[in-house]
């Protein structure tokens, strides 16, 4: 049973940035897709960033294209997710998730969030001014 952590988030101005982590139990670099999902207050969840295993193939919502980077490094067993730019927006817990069925839709990886197996309990992150 993979067990994931996130860590990093806080508040922040808008503009700002911050770098979230999400250590994995254990080495999933080579088995599992990973993914980035947010939640604002009264919203579904969104998947934000996605990330193949054993690649850098990397996708993105567009509404965060530009600004944000996903990253694995699996000497850390860790998945980043690099904010830059943040907006108001951008407010909602993040949780990373992964999957060893990587379910995709062509060559885009599912954000749906029922096709996703292992969650973190997720970081808030709040921008405002």
């Known amino acids: 049973q993979v067990q994931l952590l996130e860590s990093g988030g806080g508040s922040v101005q808008p503009g700002g940035s911050l770098r979230l982590s999400c250590l994995a139990s254990?080495?999933?670099?080579?088995?599992?897709?990973m993914a980035w999902f947010r939640q604002a207050p009264g919203k579904e969840r969104e998947g934000v960033a996605t990330?193949?295993?054993?690649?850098?193939?990397?996708q993105y919502v567009d509404s965060v294209k530009g600004r944000f980077t996903i990253s694995r490094d699996p000497a850390k067993k860790t998945l980043y997710l690099q904010m830059n730019s943040l907006r108001v927006e951008d407010t909602g817990r993040y949780y990373c998730a992964a999957d060893t069925r990587c379910r995709r839709y062509g060559y885009t990886l599912s954000t749906r969030p029922e096709h996703w197996n292992y969650w973190g309990q997720g970081t808030q992150v709040t921008v405002s001014s």
């Open positions: 990330i193949y295993a054993s690649l850098d193939n990397a």
């Open positions: 254990e080495d999933i670099y080579h088995t599992h897709c």
